[in-house]
């Protein structure tokens, strides 16, 4: 959020505004000197603050002098020429320009450096005595000296900066010797004021008029233009400084708002225009820094959206359906809202490692299941619960809706509960995806008839499905087909239809070996369509009176593990027994037993009835 | 990923230069995501269609095979069916297929259903009651009883005994001549290319051997052709139209290549071939006991022979020619 900039700029803005209303001490300081100071009457000279003055002189001919570090040797001069002749000005001054001579100043240095006051002084002194002809030597070293040494510094200002020295010196020199003439002059008047009458301001022309003309003050004034001229540059600069910093303080105000306007962009373009208004170096660095930061949000939002778009583009979902045949199967629309390209990716790469390459069967996969339950599905696929081929064969398993994959774990509950090993479904595990109410009740039954263990016999479960199956267990035992039953249970997959092709042989007389007998069922050709079969059979239900006309006594009956037989006629027992529970027990009802619900044949009819006669 | 990131000893230069560089990428990332959001969906590859059926296919060469054995069924039925209950059990055995045709236990099988289902059928009137019968019609029904169970007993005699050697069935074949004299199956012949003389020539000698190849009998839906069976070649398109004359004595009518089942040209010609034998058919039944005929006949198909064998375009001169050569021959 942008509280933290607005805030730094705020605070660098104060400080811009604290600054406009801070005095410029130097201006104040040459304000106050040049008020006071009247350099064109040198009757007024004595009034100069000759520290001040200095101070100003110097610093407007040098202006990297700071009045700081001129006001103590300014002070301390300003004391000596107070308090000092202007001849001893005199030596001190030439003292001054003869020490800071290229030729004397290195050993002059030599001579202040020494922090030995005696040996200094004695220094100094040796300079005077080397140097006798300098009158004015042995004057201005003790002029020097004074103060403790601090005007020594002079010497080395003067080094430094003569230009600004000599005049500025000079000038103060010429104040000192001005005021001296006239307080002269003024005696002089005052005598003459005794026999007189002259007016004191009468007088102090007159004594102008006679500096004027004795000093050059022309000249004077003329150098002392220098302060004002440089007082005049001050005030400009001040004028410019102040302009620039109630601009810079706008330009501060304005970038606050402008950021708080570009904050409310996405991303911010620019920040060149916002920097502009920003003097401060570094806060320019933390302006950009934070549009950077502001702009990250929005980069990193575009980054995944393209990430996303590019990874999820129709093209590649496009390119994949294609790759697997599958553009003209499903819905382009469809896919991309079910799955993520990724996800989908993924999925044919699972059902092409369990060889599921038919479009068709893609489509329906595709169409009906999620990522997470194919990976539910796999998971059996690698704990070796499920084959591949089992999947391949029961491509529904992947529809989530039907939840396939629940019914085979109640499915391999119960078959542990019964003792059948899962196993046995190896060949073929369709049975384990059946619904488990089928399952367990068709396990019943096939217990029922002890056929449970001829499982084994047939890889073909189709009749595990079937939900009249205890009915076609008993219609082929009743075409006597029991022994074949025990042999391959998988009969039982067969169409009650396709039975009565053994039928029309048996009614034909014509036997089916074990090995025809497949044979005959399996064909696609029979002597007759199936359509048609049923017009070559005549079954007739047995009627009490046909029952009684056979005569059957239960003697007759012969029986095998499943069946009752009476001639060639055959009867499920466990059908026999249910018929009994409908009747009272006695031994007429057994008979009638094992015909309810037991059409034959015509012929079979015949048979019996030409068997009793024999 | 896309862009740079700022460090803390970046200097103002590089921020602008960061910036300016990030700036740019997300103009660029913009414009890739527009272009992938306006991408239109092609439209789906359109499906080629799938290639329509040959034009030219004949519709007659592909009779299920179901449909051929029907037919099959129908014809041997249908002889057994038209035979009068005094013919003997050779002569009902004669007509039962050849021990040759491919779908002779089937046949037999099939028949012999149906045989029985007759028996049945003729039982429940019996034994439904007499109401509205008259004795004659009585009789009649028992009669017609007896005569289906010794079909069936022929039948059961030709699925349940051995046969030690096949006895080769020798039918006689007698080509009906056209109103002007010359003979159908010869003239039609001629007009017909030499490639499909093999096809006819099996098919006639399917017939001499009682195989009847593919042979169907002509249902009274075709009025005038009612009656008549053909035996084809379904592959080649020939067909040889025949009746039966008697026991083992055959017409043939006539012989042509059906290209198509819708041309009314040669139904109507077909019709008419048979309309003029229809005509004829009673003074063939009587001339087959003619050993003149025989012979005629007997020459007849051997030329008809010659001519699908050498695949000479033989005419009736030469017939006449070989006849009157072996007359005089016999007179020497």
């Known amino acids: 959020m942008s509280e933290e900039i607005i805030a730094k700029i705020k605070q660098e803005q104060s400080i811009v505004e604290n600054a406009i209303t801070v005095p410029n001490l130097d201006i104040e300081f040459y304000r106050d000197f040049l008020e006071n100071a009247d350099f064109s009457n040198p009757c007024n000279y004595e009034y100069i603050d000759v520290a001040q003055f200095i101070m100003a002189y110097v610093k407007s001919v040098d202006s990297s002098y700071s009045l700081e570090k001129l006001k103590p040797l300014a002070t301390n001069l300003s004391y000596i020429i107070k308090n000092n002749p202007a001849e001893a000005l005199k030596n001190l001054l030439e003292t001054v320009v003869f020490l800071a001579d290229e030729e004397m100043y290195p050993d002059f240095l030599k001579v202040i450096g020494d922090d030995n006051e005696i040996k200094r002084s004695f220094s100094l002194y040796k300079i005077v005595e080397q140097n006798s002809m300098a009158s004015f030597l042995e004057n201005g070293l003790e002029l020097l000296s004074s103060c403790h040494g601090r005007l020594f510094n002079l010497v080395t200002e003067f080094y430094e900066s003569p230009e600004a020295w000599q005049f500025g010196l000079s000038v103060v020199y010429a104040f000192k010797e001005i005021t001296e003439r006239k307080y002269f002059l003024e005696d002089e008047y005052r005598k003459l004021k005794r026999s007189y009458a002259f007016d004191d301001i009468a007088i102090q022309k007159g004594i102008q008029g006679i500096l004027v003309k004795e000093f050059q003050v022309e000249y004077i004034e003329k150098t002392c233009k220098k302060i004002t001229k440089y007082y005049h540059g001050l005030l400009q600069k001040e004028e410019k400084k102040k302009r620039a910093l109630h601009q810079a303080s706008s330009n501060y105000q304005k970038l606050s708002e402008d950021i708080k306007q570009a904050e409310k962009e996405k991303e911010i373009t620019n920040y060149r225009a916002l920097i502009s208004k920003c003097a401060n170096t570094n806060l320019r660095c933390d302006v950009l820094s934070w549009v950077y930061h502001h702009n990250e949000k929005y980069y990193d939002e575009l980054e995944s959206k393209y990430q996303v778009l590019s990874e999820n583009n129709p093209k590649n979902y496009q390119r994949l359906l294609q790759q697997h045949h599958m553009e003209h199967e499903v819905s382009l629309e469809e896919v991309m809202r079910s799955y993520s390209y990724q996800d989908l990716e993924w999925i044919f790469t699972v059902l092409g490692q369990l060889k599921i390459t038919n479009p068709e069967l893609l489509k329906s996969v595709i169409s009906t299941t999620t990522k997470d339950y194919v990976e539910k599905v796999l998971s059996f696929v690698n704990q070796q619960v499920l084959t591949k081929k089992t999947i391949r064969e029961n491509i529904d398993i992947f529809d989530d809706k039907k939840n396939i994959i629940s019914f085979m774990e109640t499915n391999l509950s119960l078959l542990q509960k019964k003792k059948i090993p899962a196993n046995i479904f190896i060949k073929n595990q369709r049975p384990l995806l059946l619904s488990p109410e089928q399952l367990e009740k068709n396990i019943e039954i096939l217990t029922s008839y002890d056929l449970i263990g001829q499982l084994v016999t047939t890889n073909n479960y189709s009749f595990l499905e079937q939900d009249d199956l205890m009915q076609k267990i008993d219609f082929t035992l009743e075409l006597g087909l029991e022994p074949f039953l025990e042999e391959n249970l998988g009969l039982l997959n067969y169409d009650y239809v396709i039975f009565q092709r053994i039928r029309i042989l048996q009614g034909l007389n014509i036997e089916v070996s074990k090995e025809e007998l497949e044979q005959v069922l399996k064909a696609d050709r029979f002597i007759v369509s199936d359509e048609e079969i049923n017009k070559y059979l005549k079954l007739v239900s047995v009627s009490r009176n046909m029952l009684d006309e056979m005569r059957i006594l239960p003697e007759d009956i012969t029986k095998t593990k499943r069946c009752y037989q009476y001639h060639d006629i055959y009867f499920s027992k466990n059908k026999v027994d249910r018929n009994l529970e409908l009747y009272p027990e006695d031994r007429q009802c057994f008979i009638k037993a094992l015909f309810t619900d037991r059409k034959i044949t015509d012929q079979e009819l015949e048979h019996v009835f030409k068997a009793r006669k024999i | ?332």
Do not use: W
């Open chain 2, 1 to 332: 990923m896309f862009y740079k990131k700022l460090t803390t000893t970046t200097d103002e230069k590089e921020m602008l230069a960061i910036l300016d560089d990030n700036h740019k990428t997300s103009l660029q990332i913009f414009k890739a995501i527009e272009e992938l959001k306006s991408i239109d969906l092609q439209e789906k590859p359109q499906k080629k269609p799938s290639v329509s059926l040959d034009a030219t296919t004949s519709s007659t060469d592909s009779v299920p095979r179901n449909n051929r054995f029907e037919d099959e069924v129908e014809f041997f039925m249908s002889s057994l069916q038209m035979i009068p209950d005094s013919v003997s059990t050779e002569e009902l055995a004669h007509l039962l297929p050849s021990r040759q045709n491919a779908n002779y236990k089937a046949l037999l099988l099939r028949l012999k259903l149906e045989l029985q289902k007759n028996i049945r059928e003729i039982k429940e009137i019996l034994e439904e009651g007499t109401q509205g019968f008259t004795a004659q019609d009585l009789y009649h029904f028992k009669q017609d009883l007896l005569f289906e169970r010794r079909k069936v007993e022929v039948i059961d005699q030709q699925l349940f005994t051995e046969v030690k050697e096949d006895s080769p069935v020798y039918n006689k074949l007698i080509f009906v001549p056209t109103s002007g004299g010359s003979i159908r199956v010869l003239k039609q012949l001629k007009s017909i290319p030499s490639e499909y003389y093999s096809s006819f020539q099996s098919l006639l000698q399917s017939i001499k051997d009682g195989t009847f190849k593919n042979a169907k009998r002509f249902s009274n839906a075709h009025n005038k052709l009612s009656g008549m069976s053909e035996v084809r070649d379904i592959g080649a398109g020939t067909r040889v139209i025949f009746d039966r004359l008697d026991t083992n004595s055959y017409a043939i009518i006539t012989a042509f290549v059906k290209k198509t089942d819708h041309n009314k040209g040669y139904l109507e010609q077909l019709e008419r071939s048979v309309g003029n034998y229809k005509s004829l058919k009673p003074v063939l039944e009587t001339s087959l006991n003619n050993p003149l005929f025989q012979q005629e006949n007997e020459m007849l198909e051997q030329t008809i022979y010659d001519v699908l064998e050498h695949q000479e375009k033989g005419d009736e001169d030469t017939c006449q020619k070989k006849l009157l050569l072996k007359s005089n021959k016999n007179k020497v």
